[in-house]
């Protein structure tokens, strides 16, 4: 499958910086200033941050989907693909319950697949996720 249009390359672009950013922040590079002492800071899943951010690109996501784009370059095993579908759909799931005015399960299935859609936009981080959820999406 050849990837021409744009918001493949736009989406590419942002997961790119996206794992930049990650990585900075991993080896303790951080140029933004520290947060206040009361301020909570939480380390976001990388997995769930590329995958937020697709979302705020396509604004419509399959899990399928999803795990085809984040996991293609890697040159991934089927298995490794299909545990990122498990993930993936978990996510999208755990999100549109916690922010429903934000994401939302479309009526619509794609090839069988639950389809997510992003109503609001609720900024560049992904919403936290609760205890127990932070266990399964893993």
Partial sequence: ???TTSEWFVAKALM?????????AAQGETSAPTAAP????????????????????RR???ADEAAALLLNDNAQADDDIAQG????GALLLSWSRQCPRAV?????????MKRYALLRDIGATPP?????RAEVAR
């Fill in 1 to 3: 499958m050849e990837h």
């Fill in 16 to 24: 790119a910086l996206a794992d930049r950013r990650a990585e900075a």
């Fill in 38 to 57: 009361d301020a909570q800071v939480r380390a976001a899943d990388p997995f769930a941050t590329r995958l937020w951010n697709l979302l705020r690109i």
């Fill in 60 to 62: 419509a996501l399959t």
């Fill in 85 to 88: 579908r498990r993930q993936a």
């Fill in 104 to 112: 939302r399960v479309d009526a619509r299935r794609v090839d069988g």
């Fill in 128 to 132: 936290p996720l609760p205890a127990s």
